[in-house]
């Protein structure tokens, strides 16, 4: 059985008052819309730029989501005939069928050789290889959006002949919105579409047969003129003008919203045309279909990944060392911690023994003559505390444990331990380490000291540096995390301004306009600089106000830091002393490193601008930030 003629009345689009908004607010971008598209035929749909037509096409295939542009739809990384085999095999094709209809599609629409890449085409090859592609699976419904903008006129007649035996021979309904007039003039019916509204549903000899003229341009002219009222100062005012041009220019126009049918062919009721028996195959039942689009999509996605070698390497070496620094940088015990040793029990063997059995592993001794230049180094952040052990150490810890009473007792037996205890980790770390020690001291003098009590105290931690505050692991991380974050939002923030401004075309405009790269990334500079501000603002808000993490000066705003493994390297998530003594010069190289530990001096040492930390930090994050905008401007420049 051929296919159905025009006039057979069986429709495969009904639509009626249709209505579109993008918002709520926004005005209907298609209103009251009615059209009507017999089976087996070409329906051309005319319309100026932003009358609609797009967005009416969307509505048809379940997309509407507005769209600024045209769509290629194409893997621009695939070669021509790969991406007509993955749509081919998304729609469940077979094998022999899809490469057959690759060999015609690209010899018609003149794409061999097949092995290019749809990126190194030229726009006009590229919509080609589009519409091949929506041709490929030969359906009994096309709906085509402009699909001979940019071909030669020898190419765009020969596919229009292409569409017309597309209807007459294999019954292939065909919805299509040109430019080109002229283009549609052998199609079944024209739609006329303005202001969100189909007009007019003729075919092409009886539109211009009502009009008078030679050609579909004229006509189409003509309706124009006829529905170009002047804009009045309401809507409604404006629907009435409308509705009174329609009926002056009847039987041509219908009104849109009416309920009386549009005079296509006979007055007989239009019918929807049946299911092809074609989709009722087992190969469309929704779990095979499925199964097949799976299959071609791992296939594509497969295929993408092997032409991206760089990307493929990046994701298989990036988790790996990410691991390798996690592990190198955090977690690790922190050693070789400098600590001030103030021994003023000069002639006395038990103090010797004492510091003996501290590790040398995981802490430095410097010796100090006083408690006070100890006491300096620590404020200095040349040492993380100070061991003071008073004098006649020796002497008074024998009497102490020899005497039965306690007449005598001074208490000149304990050494005394001061701790700076900004750093949560350190902190404990060296507490842990000075009890092992003196565990493993009170074992020694047991050889002794028969009667020694393994329960005495000779130690005794006093109150630490910065005492004001009981510092958790929470203080020790949000200064370092501030900058984080800061550098992170900037980077990420910087990327998708010049990203979207590529896409838009805006990069280009500016070069011509004369922009330097200098200027741009100057311009990103300062927007970045004043978001990181009052991103430092809000955030120190949290941290001080909400958490009540201390702050005892105003925070020096140091906007610079890393990527992620500078994150695990640079001090922030761990004490860069807990990693291997070799690497802990790389960890203070990363940019977040010195400003996240002035950063934790400002807001827990009580430092000032003209602290040496806080300037050294400062004069490195500008140092970064010179670099960094040094390398983003040749970059720019490069990539002209």
């Known amino acids: 059985m051929g296919p159905p003629s025009v006039g057979s009345n069986l429709a495969a689009v009904l639509v009626r008052d249709l209505r579109l908004c993008y918002s709520r607010n926004s005005p209907p971008v298609i209103d009251g819309a009615n059209m009507t598209i017999l089976k087996g035929a070409i329906y051309g749909l005319l319309g100026a730029s932003g009358c609609g037509k797009t967005s009416l096409l969307k509505c048809l295939v379940g997309l509407c989501k507005p769209d600024s542009g045209k769509e290629l739809a194409l893997h621009s990384d695939f070669t021509i005939a790969e991406n007509m085999y993955f749509f081919g095999q998304l729609l469940g094709m077979p094998l022999e069928k899809i490469y057959e209809r690759i060999s015609f599609l690209c010899s018609f629409f003149q794409l061999l050789p097949a092995n290019r890449f749809v990126e190194h085409l030229s726009g006009g090859q590229q919509r080609r290889v589009s519409l091949a592609v929506a041709l490929m699976h030969q359906p009994p419904f096309l ?8 071909l030669d006129p020898v190419l765009r007649e020969a596919i229009w002949r292409y569409f017309l035996v597309l209807s007459k021979v294999d019954g292939v309904t065909l919805l299509v919105t040109t430019h080109f007039i002229e283009e549609i003039a052998e199609a079944a019916t024209v739609g006329v579409m303005k202001n969100g509204k189909i007009w007019c549903e003729r075919p092409p000899d009886e539109l211009m047969q009502t009009y008078g003229t030679a050609t579909l341009a004229e006509s189409y002219l003509k309706v124009c003129q006829a529905l170009d009222f002047p804009p009045a100062p309401t809507e409604k005012q404006a629907l009435t003008n409308a509705e009174k041009k329609v009926k002056e220019t009847r039987p041509v126009l219908e009104k849109p ?5 549009p005079r296509l062919a006979p007055a007989s009721p239009v019918k929807p045309c049946p299911i092809p028996e074609s989709l009722l195959t087992w190969t469309n039942w929704g779990p095979v279909r499925s199964c097949l689009r799976v299959r071609a999509l791992v296939v594509k996605n497969l295929l993408k990944i092997m032409r991206k070698v760089i990307t493929v390497l990046f994701q298989l070496v990036v988790p790996s060392f990410v691991g390798v620094v996690f592990c190198l940088f955090v977690g690790g015990k922190p050693s070789y911690l400098p600590v001030g040793v103030v021994n003023e029990d000069k002639n006395g063997s038990f103090s010797k023994a004492f510091l003996a059995e501290i590790s040398n592993e995981t802490v430095t001794q410097k010796p100090f003559p006083d408690i006070r230049q100890a006491f300096d180094a620590v404020l200095g952040e040349e040492a993380w505390g100070t061991i003071h052990i008073p004098p006649n150490y020796t002497k008074e810890l024998n009497f102490r444990v020899h005497s039965k009473s306690l007449r005598g007792y001074t208490k000149g037996f304990l050494v005394n331990f001061f701790l700076d205890a900004t750093d949560y980790t ?3 770390t060296l507490q842990l380490e000075i009890l092992e020690a003196h565990t493993r001291y009170l074992k020694v003098l047991s050889h002794n000291l028969t009667s020694l009590n393994f329960s005495l105290q000779t130690i005794r931690f006093t109150d630490p540096f910065y005492q004001a505050f009981d ?3 929470r203080e020790f991380m949000s200064p370092g995390l501030i900058v984080a974050t800061l550098f992170a939002l900037s980077m990420s923030l910087t990327a998708l301004l010049l990203v979207a401004e590529n896409q838009e075309g805006i990069r280009g405009r500016s070069i011509v306009a004369g922009v330097t790269p200098v200027e741009v990334i100057t311009s990103h500079a300062v927007v970045q600089m004043s978001m990181a501000y009052m991103q430092t603002v809000l955030m120190l808000v949290v941290f001080v106000s909400v958490f009540d993490t201390p702050d005892e000066a105003t925070a020096l705003l140091l906007s610079m830091a890393a990527l992620y493994p500078a994150l695990l390297m640079g001090g922030v998530l761990w004490p860069v002393e807990g990693a291997p003594e070799v690497l802990r010069p790389f960890s203070w190289a990363v940019p977040q490193a010195l400003p996240a ?8 040492r009580n430092y000032t601008y003209d602290n040496v930390h806080v300037v050294r930090a400062a004069g490195v994050t500008a140092g970064w930030t010179l670099a960094f905008m040094a390398f983003a ?4 420049s490069l990539s002209k």
């Open 143 to 150: 709906i085509l959006d402009e699909p001979t903008v940019g």
């Open 257 to 261: 919203n009416s309920t009386r049918r």
């Open 426 to 428: 350190i902190r404990n």
């Open 471 to 473: 510092f958790t692991f």
């Open 597 to 604: 530990h002035a950063m934790r001096g400002v807001m827990l």
């Open 633 to 636: 401007m040749i970059m720019y």
